[in-house]
Nanobody, 122 residues
Framework: QVQLVESGGGLVQAGGSLRLSCAAS????????MGWFRQAPGKEREFVAA????????YYANSVKGRFTISRDNAKNTVYLQMNSLAPEDTAVYYC???????????????WGQGTQVTVSS
């Protein structure tokens, strides 16, 4: 079992930055690839970014590439999402998730956090 708790969301003006954190419980954090997803009101959940188990590989949705950076610290059981140049369309609830299979679609993620709200004002 892995429990995930996100933090760092909030209200920010367009062009600003936020860093989300996701703290994981358990001693097997490094066994899981980690992903960030988001869901805006009235829209389906969408993939944002993922990082491999050791952090050596990452990939991003085209909509955030060049603006967001995913990273992890296995010693702290934490994954991060640095978000720069935020725009109103980035407004959503952001979720972190864990999977044993790096590269999985959202259905392949086994554990999910409760989400943290990010609101970007214009």
């Amino acid at each position: 079992q892995v429990q995930l708790v996100e933090s760092g969301g909030g209200l920010v003006q367009a062009g600003g930055s936020l860093r989300l954190s996701c703290a994981a419980s358990g001693r097997t954090f490094s066994s899981y690839a980690m992903g960030w997803f988001r869901q805006a009101p009235g829209k389906e959940r969408e993939f944002v970014a993922a990082v491999s188990q050791r952090g050596g590989s990452t990939y991003y949705a085209n909509s955030v590439k060049g603006r967001f950076t995913i990273s992890r610290d296995n010693a702290k059981n934490t994954v991060y999402l640095q978000m720069n140049s935020l725009a109103p369309e980035d407004t959503a609830v952001y979720y972190c998730a864990a999977t044993v299979r790096y590269g999985s679609g959202s259905d392949g993620y086994d554990y999910w956090g409760q989400g943290t709200q990010v609101t970007v004002s214009s």
